[in-house]
Every structure is written in C-alpha cells, then in structure tokens.
C-alpha cells in the first residue's frame, strides 16, 4: 500500500471522529461498527486485523473474538480444546462488546 492509498483511507474514515451512536458487533469472524454523523449513518465491516483503542489504550482487537471470555474461563466445564469461538457472547470481542 503506497502513501496516496493511505491518505485516501485516512480521508475515508475522518467520518469516524466525532461521530455519534457507535455500535459494535460481529457475524462470524467479521466485525462491525454502526455509526451516525449530522446528516447520514454508515456500517463498517471489519474482516481484517484491527484494534480500537482510546488513546493509547487498546480496547479490543480481532484477535479477541478467537480467545474464551471471562465468564467462559471461570467456568469448571471450561475445556480450551472443544472451546468455540463462534458461539456469541463466548468470546473476549462479544464481552467487550457488552460491556461497551
């Protein structure tokens, strides 16, 4: 990726900053954001390495929706080799995203 596609990207997703009504989600192993401006709303699918972060502090990742949940950790039945990713509210992603 040259530096104009990156400025393209960058002028893309200014929308973002300042925007009202997030939503986050997912299906499967792609994320999504919902989100509204002034005047229009938008969807953003996510099927890529990302993170959010605030700041410097790093809020979620795509990684996460691959890693068992807290709830499912602290489970006695909890079994790391017959653990399912996909099943929601399972996974650290859908926990981030009912805490958020």
């Not at 954001?33 to 005047?39: A, G, P, R, S, V």
């Not at 938008?42 to 795509?62: G, K, M, P, S």
Request: glycine share 4%; proline share 2%.
């Amino acid at each position: 990726m040259n530096q104009n596609d990156v400025s393209k990207i960058n002028n893309q997703l200014k929308v973002l900053i300042d925007s009202q009504g997030l939503t986050f989600g997912r299906v499967a192993a792609m994320a999504w954001i919902n989100f509204k401006t002034d005047n229009s709303e938008y969807a953003l699918h996510l099927q890529c390495c990302f993170r959010i972060r605030d700041n410097h502090e790093i809020l979620v990742t795509n990684t996460d929706m691959f890693e068992p949940s807290d709830l499912v950790l602290n489970d006695l039945k909890y079994n790391p080799d017959t653990f399912e990713w996909d099943v929601q509210g399972g996974n650290k992603f859908d926990e981030w995203v009912k805490s958020s």
